[in-house]
């Protein structure tokens, strides 16, 4: 089974292209540092660690401040379950770093 980012799981429409993407393009479905990270696209499958990502009808913040919202989403949880928690990643990486 293909592992799904965020914007497929929730079918937002907010990816390049999506049916939502002319009032705005969510930042996960574009955030390349991310790439890999969790086995997704861009930030596709660590979307609680990208800051400024639209979800619930609104720009997020930061990790910090959506922290408890994250965390509590069935894609969230999902991911994790997919990953086990030998291969997780709660957090996105630093500089230039890209997930293998």
Known sequence: MAKLNCWEFKKCGREPGGAKSREMVCIATTEGSCSGANGGKNGGRICWSVAGTFCGGKVQG?????TVSCMSCDFFKTVKQ???ADRF???KPSG?????
Do not use: W
């Not at 230039?96 to 293998?100: C, L, V």
């Open 82 to 84: 997919e990953e086990g």
């Open 96 to 100: 230039n770093t890209r997930f293998q």
């Open 89 to 91: 990643n709660l957090l």
């Open 62 to 66: 930061d990790f910090a401040q959506k």
